[in-house]
């Protein structure tokens, strides 16, 4: 394998900010909403955001065929304006095929991949293989590679010294982490250097996630809390650490309850409930049941999302 020094990193452009994994719109019968995807964005475009991510865990990404995903990257990328990023998760359980997918993203127009952990044979993905995986990703892409942790759903959790070692790679720019451990992301930033960027991976510990180094965040939370989440930031960087702590306290109930509580059909419930289009999600995924509705609208309106 190649070594890499971090010191011969080229900085290619900065992350800093507020990102949400949009979720892909569906119809009744399970086919993209690609209009509902336009609107959803022109809805998320009146905020400043840094940039959006498709394809990712909220995206259902899992889901999709690789022409769909196309699609949805087309549509996408159309939609966001110039001067914000567009994040593309290009993660599949293959080397050959993810590294497939990337190189289509970048011809669509990209300006970074997301690299989700493989894990079907989650019991072979020692830390040799992922190191392999991801430096093979990063050596043939012509876009930066995000890494992306996401244990609760991969099983897989990357620890620093495997991020330490990727992150010695020019084009291996930084990571989503969606781990919640607050001193990995503090030992990762303090050792890899300011030109690897960490961003928090959920709204609830965003702001733990900042004290320590991340320099923002891609979160389920900023579909639904665009104007909090960057508020959150901006609170920070100013140093109005009250307000801000107050604030991140009053996203945890919300954030919990799209995420680790109900999940994507939440999600896309909250979406219905505050004018945007949630739509329904994909077998075998349910649709968030009628009963949990109020709970979640109460949710909604003490975090001062939505007014009763």
């Given at each position: 394998m190649t070594e890499y020094n971090i010191r011969s990193r080229k900085r290619i452009f900065q992350?800093?900010?507020?990102?949400?994994?949009?979720?892909?719109?569906?119809?009744?019968?399970?086919?993209?909403?690609?209009?509902?995807?336009?609107?959803?964005?022109?809805?998320?475009?009146?905020?400043?955001?840094?940039?959006?991510?498709?394809?990712?865990?909220?995206?259902?990404?899992?889901?999709?065929?690789?022409?769909?995903?196309?699609?949805?990257?087309?549509?996408?990328?159309?939609?966001?304006?110039?001067?914000?990023?567009?994040?593309?998760?290009?993660?599949?359980?293959?080397?050959?095929?993810?590294?497939?997918?990337?190189?289509?993203?970048?011809?669509?127009?990209?300006?970074?991949?997301?690299?989700?952990?493989?894990?079907?044979?989650?019991?072979?993905?020692?830390?040799?293989?992922?190191?392999?995986?991801?430096?093979?990703?990063?050596?043939?892409?012509?876009?930066?590679?995000?890494?992306?942790?996401?244990?609760?759903?991969?099983?897989?959790?990357?620890?620093?010294?495997?991020?330490?070692?990727?992150?010695?790679?020019?084009?291996?720019?930084?990571?989503?982490?969606?781990?919640?451990?607050?001193?990995?992301?503090?030992?990762?930033?303090?050792?890899?250097?300011?030109?690897?960027?960490?961003l928090a991976g959920s709204g609830g510990f965003l702001l733990p996630a900042l004290s320590v180094?991340?320099?923002?965040?891609?979160?389920?939370?900023?579909?639904?809390?665009?104007?909090?989440?960057?508020?959150?930031?901006?609170?920070?960087?100013?140093?109005?650490?009250?307000?801000?702590?107050?604030?991140?306290?009053?996203?945890?109930?919300?954030?919990?309850?799209?995420?680790?509580?109900?999940?994507?059909?939440?999600?896309?419930?909250?979406?219905?409930?505050?004018?945007?289009?949630?739509?329904?999600?994909?077998?075998?995924?349910?649709?968030?049941?009628?009963?949990?509705?109020?709970?979640?609208?109460?949710?909604?309106?003490?975090?001062?999302?939505?007014?009763?």
């Amino acid at each position: 394998m190649t070594e890499y020094n971090i010191r011969s990193r080229k900085r290619i452009f900065q992350l800093n900010g507020i990102y949400p994994p949009v979720p892909t719109p569906f119809n009744e019968d399970e086919q993209i909403a690609v209009e509902a995807l336009r609107g959803n964005l022109a809805f998320l475009n009146r905020f400043a955001l840094r940039g959006f991510v498709v394809l990712g865990s909220n995206g259902e990404c899992v889901m999709l065929t690789e022409e769909e995903k196309i699609l949805v990257m087309e549509t996408a990328r159309a939609a966001i304006p110039p001067n914000k990023l567009m994040i593309a998760g290009t993660g599949c359980q293959s080397t050959g095929e993810t590294l497939r997918l990337t190189k289509k993203a970048a011809k669509i127009g990209a300006d970074a991949a997301l690299v989700i952990t493989p894990s079907y044979y989650r019991n072979l993905m020692t830390t040799e293989a992922l190191i392999n995986h991801f430096r093979i990703i990063a050596d043939e892409s012509t876009i930066p590679i995000l890494l992306y942790n996401m244990p609760a759903c991969t099983g897989i959790d990357l620890d620093a010294e495997t991020v330490l070692t990727l992150a010695r790679h020019p084009n291996i720019m930084g990571m989503k982490d969606s781990s919640g451990d607050v001193v990995k992301i503090a030992e990762i930033r303090q050792k890899a250097g300011p030109a690897f960027q960490v961003l928090a991976g959920s709204g609830g510990f965003l702001l733990p996630a900042l004290s320590v180094g991340a320099i923002g965040g891609i979160m389920a939370l900023a579909n639904i809390a665009p104007a909090q989440c960057i508020a959150i930031l901006q609170l920070f960087l100013e140093r109005r650490q009250k307000e801000a702590r107050e604030l991140q306290v009053l996203m945890i109930p919300v954030n919990s309850a799209i995420t680790s509580r109900w999940g994507v059909p939440a999600l896309k419930a909250a979406m219905d409930s505050i004018g945007m289009y949630g739509g329904p999600v994909r077998l075998p995924l349910l649709p968030f049941p009628d009963d949990f509705r109020q709970h979640l609208e109460s949710i909604l309106a003490e975090s001062g999302i939505k007014e009763m």
